[in-house]
């Protein structure tokens, strides 16, 4: 399994970024598909989840801003950011897990200017 994020970048509060993570070597359909984030000196912290009957759960620091979907077509999640805000800023990271076994991508940063 493979995964790897894409979208990451430099934007002013405010402002909105879609993430995606893109699967292979896998039958993504079938995965729960969970977003995290860690900030520098922080713990890896959980972001988001999307179940593959396509429930959502959101953690209480970004429910309402941020959405997170997928598409099982391209074998992609997604994670659409908006309202961003100085502490959202962190390496964002996709995972799914697959026979007890978890994946992870490289991660991509995201950093907000306030």
């Known amino acids: 399994v493979q995964l790897v994020e894409s979208g990451g970048g430099l934007v002013q509060a405010g402002g909105s970024l879609r993430l995606s993570c893109a699967a292979s070597?896998?039958?993504?359909?079938?995965?729960?598909m969970v977003w995290y984030r860690q900030a520098p000196g922080n713990q890896r912290e959980w972001v988001a989840t999307i179940t593959s009957a396509f429930s959502r759960i959101y953690a209480g620091s970004v429910k309402g801003r941020f959405t997170i979907s997928r598409d099982n077509a391209k074998s992609t999640g997604y994670l659409q950011m908006a309202s961003l805000k100085f502490e959202d800023t962190a390496r964002y990271y996709c995972?799914?897990?697959?026979?007890?076994?978890?994946?992870w991508g490289q991660g991509t940063q995201v950093t907000v200017s306030s």
């Open positions: 995972n799914v897990r697959q026979s007890g076994d978890a994946y």
């Open positions: 070597g896998t039958i993504f359909s079938s995965l729960t």
